[in-house]
Nanobody, 116 residues
Framework: EVQLVESGGGSVQTGGSLRLSCAAS????????IGWFRQTPGKGREGVAC????????YYSDSVKGRFTISSDSAKNTVFLQMNDLKPEDTAVYYC?????????WGQGTQVTVSG
C-alpha cells in the first residue's frame, strides 16, 4: 500500500520544539519533492517547507524561515521537519506531500498546538 504517515505532533509551550516525521511506504521518497504544509480551520493549506528531489535544495516560507528545518533520511525513507522556537501562530494540522511528475500523495496530518 502506498502511503505517507506523519507523526511527532503534539502540544508544546511557546518557544518549544517538535520534530515531525513523514514516513513513506510503497514508494521511495528520494525521487519525490517533499513538502510540509499546514492548515488551520477556515484557511487553506499553507506551504511551509519543501526539499527537492533533484538537488536536495530546500525552501521555507517567510513565516518559518530560521526556525524550521526540513531534512530527509533515505535509509529510513522518511522526511523530517524540525520546528524550533514555536509560536502560537504555528498551531495547525501539518501534512506532508510527495510529488513526482503526475504522482502525488498526502499524509493524514498531525496536530501541532502551541500555547502560552
Amino acid at each position: 500500500e502506498v502511503q505517507l504517515v506523519e507523526s511527532g505532533g503534539g502540544s508544546v509551550q511557546t518557544g518549544g520544539s517538535l520534530r515531525l516525521s513523514c514516513a513513506a511506504s510503497g514508494f521511495t521518497l528520494d525521487a519525490y519533492t517533499i513538502g510540509w504544509f499546514r492548515q488551520t480551520p477556515g484557511k487553506g493549506r499553507e506551504g511551509v517547507a519543501c526539499i527537492s528531489s533533484n538537488d536536495g535544495s530546500t525552501y521555507y516560507s517567510d513565516s518559518v524561515k530560521g526556525r524550521f528545518t526540513i531534512s530527509s533520511d533515505s535509509a529510513k525513507n522518511t522526511v523530517f521537519l524540525q520546528m524550533n522556537d514555536l509560536k502560537p501562530e504555528d498551531t495547525a494540522v501539518y501534512y506532508c506531500h510527495a510529488e513526482f511528475l503526475k504522482d502525488e500523495y498526502w499524509g493524514q496530518g498531525t496536530q501541532v498546538t502551541v500555547s502560552g
